[in-house]
Nanobody, 123 residues
Framework: QVQLVESGGGLVQPGGSLRLSCAAS????????MGWYRQAAGKERELVAS???????NYADSVKGRFTISRDNAKNTVYLQMNSLKPEDTAVYYC?????????????????WGQGTQVTVSS
């Protein structure tokens, strides 16, 4: 069974910083893309940033220049460094991993999600 465990959310003032972490554990062969999504109250979930196993990154326009995604492949962990936070960054942040595993003799590939961590930017 695969688990994604997030940490690092909380309350921060505008202009402040937070660092989110997400560690994947369980029985799997490899992880391709890892990413962070967020969902604000009353809005749809949106991609914040993603990183491939080779280190290629992708960011939402709204966070470019403020957020940095990185990963430690040896630890199956992805990080999101969030700087210059704004009230509009307030949301539940979800970790996502696109990973491969064997089910019997068959190689499968699925998306897994973390439980979410609240980030609140407010004075």
């Amino acid at each position: 069974q695969v688990q994604l465990v997030e940490s690092g959310g909380g309350l921060v003032q505008p202009g402040g910083s937070l660092r989110l972490s997400c560690a994947a554990s369980g029985n799997f062969l490899s992880i391709d893309v890892m990413g962070w999504y967020r969902q604000a109250a009353g809005k749809e979930r949106e991609l914040v940033a993603s990183v491939t196993s080779s280190g290629s990154t992708n960011y939402a326009d709204s966070v470019k220049g403020r957020f940095t995604i990185s990963r430690d492949n040896a630890k199956n962990t992805v990080y999101l460094q969030m700087n210059s936070l704004k009230p509009e960054d307030t949301a539940v942040y979800y970790c996502n991993a696109d990973l491969s595993y064997y089910r019997g003799v068959y190689l499968r590939r699925d998306d897994y999600w973390g439980q979410g961590t609240q980030v609140t930017v407010s004075s």
